[in-house]
Structure formats: C-alpha cells, structure tokens
C-alpha cells in the first residue's frame, strides 16, 4: 500500500539532501583547494571570505553568469542532455544512503545494488558527451571515460559482493548494524583497499584521471562545455567523490555503530558518519596531491591484472569463510595474505636493476610478436 | 519513520530523479537569464589549439575501446547472478555454493583466457 505521509517525507528528505549535498560540494571544493594548498606549501584560497570560505561560491556565482557556448557542429539536442544523464543518476544513488539507523531518505532492501545499478549509467553521459561535442579530444576522452569506468566498475562490484556475503543483506544500514563488533575495514582489508582505489578510479580524481587528462585530451569529454553545464558535470564529480567516501565509511568503517555501540544519540552518530565520509574524502585528496596520473596502459593493467584478480579473491575467502563457518579472524589473516603477494611482487619487480627489466621486456615484446598476439587485437 | 513498502520504493526512485532533473534544468534555466549571449562564428569552432579542425571530431575510433566494453558485459551480467546468491548461499542446499565456485572459476578462467591472447594489453 502506498502511504502518502512516506512520500511526502520522500519529497521532502531529497529536496534536503539536494541542498545539502549543494553544501558539501561546496566545502568539498574549499576544501580541496585548501588542502591540496597546504600540501604544496601554499595557503590556497584566502581572499573572498574568512579562510577563503566564499571562494567556492563565488566561483559558482561566476560559472552560472558565463556565456553557456556549444560548437557549431555539435549534436545540439544531446549535447545539453549529457550533463544531466551524468548528475542525475549520482544524485538518484544518495536516496538509499543512511546517516543514522533510521536516517535514510528512503532505507532500500537492495540498496547496494540499488547503488550499482544507477552508478553505471553516468557513463553513458560522459561518452555522449564526448561525442556529441563534434571535437577530436572531446571524443578520445568520451571513449577513454568508457573504457576506464567500464574496467573499474568490476572490482566495485566484486568488494561490495564481498561485504554483501559476509553481511547477508544488501541492505546498507544492516550492513552497518552487522559491525557493531568490528569494522569491516578490519575483516576486509584486502576488499576495502580495491573499493577505495576501484572507487577514485571509478569518479576519475587524479592518480586515475586519465579520461579528462589536461595534459593529453585537455579535459576529455568536457573540452567543449562552458559555463553552466560545465559546473554540472564538476557538480556531479564531487557528489560521486562524497558517496564513494560515504559508502566506504558505511561499509567498511562502521558508519554510526563503530567504536561507539548502539548507545550513541541518532545526532553523535550523523556527525560520526560524516566525520568518517571527510576523514575519507582527505585521504582521496591526499593520494591526488602523492601520486602523478598513470599511463592510459597501466590504468587498464592496474584494473584488470590487479584489483580485478583481487576482488575475486576477496569474495572467494568471504564465501568460503562464511559456508565453512571458520573463524572470523580468518578473513583479516586471508586479506593480509592475499595483499601481500602484489606488494612483494611490486618491491621486487623495483629492486631490480633497470637494465635487466628494460631486456625483459624486450625478450617478451619480441616473443609476442612471433607468437601474433597483439596483432589479431588491433 | 516511513514504512516499507515496495511502491513508495519504486515512487521514491523515481522522485529521485525527477527532483534531480529539475534542479538542474532550473540551473540551465538560470544560467540562460543571467549570462550574456553573444554568438559568433568563430566561437562555434570546436576547440583544436586554434586550428580549424579537419575532419570534424565524431568520426573513427579504435576498436580496443569495444573489446574492453565486451569483457564488462560477461562481469556485469554476472553481477546479476551473484547478488541474489551472496544473500541466500548459506541458507540453502551446499551445492548452491559450489555450483558458483564453478560459475566463478569459468568466469576467471575468461580473464586468463584473454589475458594470455594478450587482449588486456593497452596498445
């Protein structure tokens, strides 16, 4: 039966969540900048307001008085819809994310899939965008965003699949009741550190950037977009940053039920929930400011020789764990394993003298090129 | 707190997008009365580093693009199966479980298949 007081507290929880994740984008932006600032030794913004905290807002004022230009040979009609097709399924995904036990817009029992099923669609924005824009980068980037978020998205799929067969719900906020004695940071490490990276691939912040690349497509799919539109799609890649935080610090920090217990008033535990989601989001910020952007093939080699392998390991020691009933501490001692066979791999393949590599890989290129792999592909 | 109801879900979603639809139309909205509006023929060029582009941008890509779109597909329709087991393999007879473990290892044995063809380097 439909209730109409639920779907008024609907409309009125998603008119609250736009605005407030209007807000947090435009901290995010501050923040970002400021950080960032710090990190190189500046001081960021200081000018327009205390701290510089109306520096965002002005920025916004700015964009949506610019003059919107679109180029002549465009594809006019999907040109304008594309920013809408990449911001509308991540605002859509907030509606089943909670704050507290009862504090959702409206608490799906799929919510997790739920969250899968409309995050794969701002990729088919972002490649109409590259090809309607009618511009040779604009299009490279359109088709680079398809083939990284289409690589990252497994391992996503695969850790979330993890945390839903230790939980057995895909409900979140049972997810996050089911670690009241342990977070599953802990039991999961090897499949909260494929969703953190898989997740900062998957929104495209800096190490894994390659698709909006300044340096080589000069801002992909955006090359063409200008003053409102623009900031829609800036818009929708702080919301995707905040709910990949948001869903890390929910799934794998224990959200409002860890370390404090059940105890904590519904207010303490939203404020714990979003000190998680900042203290996350930093840590995104901080490998953009650490790490320089990859190469568009070790991207694709990161994601399918490494967190992909990675992720299905993670399921398979959760499902075994769960149907042989062993141990629980089982899980972390199976993760740190596990994580520990690329690390030794990648110190090793360091350690050795670059002459040697460089022969290495020429041996394996030559041999490649006898057996004819490689040429059937292209 | 609202109740459950599997209606008010799907009336909730799509709320969601609605509400989401029109706040940024009202954005576009607002942004057409307040920016100036000047078109000129030069602006309508697509952007080349100031070289008129030739051919236009939206003809030809390449086909490593396709085979990675491929490879998603086989994953993400199996992500359709394995949600509903990773909810009810404990509670069911054992042979759920390992009738996945088969599922998965043909899944990873695909992976392997391409990346021994070399089909997962970017080239």
């Known amino acids: 039966m439909i209730d109409v007081r639920d ?12 605005n407030g994740l209007m807000v947090v984008t435009l901290s995010l932006v501050w923040l970002e900048r400021k950080f960032l600032g710090r990190l190189q030794g500046r001081v960021g913004p200081t000018r327009v307001g205390p701290f510089g905290l109306l520096q965002a807002v002005a920025d916004a004022v700015k964009l949506l008085m610019k003059e919107d230009v679109s180029p002549g040979p465009a594809a006019r009609v999907i040109f304008y819809a594309a920013p809408l097709l990449v911001f509308v399924p991540g605002f859509v995904v907030w509606l089943t994310i909670p704050f507290a036990r009862d504090l959702a817009v409206r608490n799906l029992e799929l919510g997790i899939f739920f969250f899968i099923a409309f995050s794969v669609l701002s990729i088919v924005g ?10 040779k980068y604009a299009a490279l980037g359109g088709f680079r965003s398809a083939a990284q978020l289409v690589s990252y998205e497994i391992p996503i799929i695969m850790t979330l699949l993890a945390v839903v067969v230790v939980a057995g719900t895909m409900n979140i906020a049972e997810v996050v009741e089911a670690q009241a004695s342990a977070p599953y940071a802990a039991l999961l490490p090897l499949a909260a550190a494929v969703f953190l990276l898989a997740g900062i691939a998957e929104v495209g912040r800096t190490p894994f950037d390659i698709y909006f690349a300044e340096s080589e497509v000069v801002g992909g799919p955006f090359v063409e977009y200008s003053g409102a539109h623009w900031a829609v799609f800036f818009l929708a890649e702080y919301v995707n940053t905040f709910v990949i935080a948001a869903l890390m610090a929910l799934l794998f920090l224990g959200g409002w039920r860890w370390p404090f217990g059940a105890d904590l008033p519904p207010a303490a535990g939203v404020a714990l929930v ?4 900042y203290a996350v989001v930093l840590v995104i910020f901080w490998l953009r400011a650490t790490y320089p952007r990859l190469r568009i093939d070790q991207l694709m080699s990161l994601g399918w020789k490494a967190l992909i392998p990675l992720s299905f390991a993670a399921v398979l020691i959760a499902a075994a764990q769960q149907f042989y009933g062993w141990p629980v501490w089982s899980l972390t001692v199976l993760s740190v394993a596990i994580l520990a066979v690329p690390a030794v791999l990648q110190v090793r393949l360091q350690r050795q003298p670059a002459m040697e590599r460089a022969r290495r890989y020429a041996r394996r290129a030559i041999a490649e090129r006898a057996r004819g792999t490689g040429e059937a592909v292209r | 707190m609202p109740s459950a109801g599997y209606a008010t879900d799907w009336i909730a979603i799509v709320l969601a997008g609605a ?19 000047r078109p ?5 060029i697509p952007y080349e580093s100031g070289i008129r582009p030739e051919p236009l941008g ?11 779109a491929i490879l998603f597909l086989v994953f993400d329709v199996e992500a359709v199966f394995l949600f509903p087991w990773a909810v009810v393999f404990l509670d069911t007879a054992a042979y759920v479980f390992y009738a996945m473990l088969l599922f998965i290892a043909v899944l990873l044995f695909g992976v392997a298949y391409a990346w021994r063809k070399g089909v997962l380097e970017w080239r």
């Open chain 1, 126 to 135: 972002l490649v109409l965008a590259g090809w309607s824009s009618a511009s």
């Open chain 2, 58 to 68: 939206r003809s030809q890509f390449n086909v490593r693009y396709y085979i990675f």
């Open chain 1, 274 to 277: 979003l000190a998680k989601t």
């Open chain 2, 19 to 37: 509400v989401g639809f029109a706040a940024i139309v009202g954005m576009f909205a607002a942004s057409r009365l307040l920016a100036p509006r």
């Open chain 1, 7 to 18: 779907v008024l507290y609907v409309a009125v929880g998603l008119f609250a969540l736009f």
């Open chain 2, 40 to 44: 000129s023929a030069n602006k309508a």
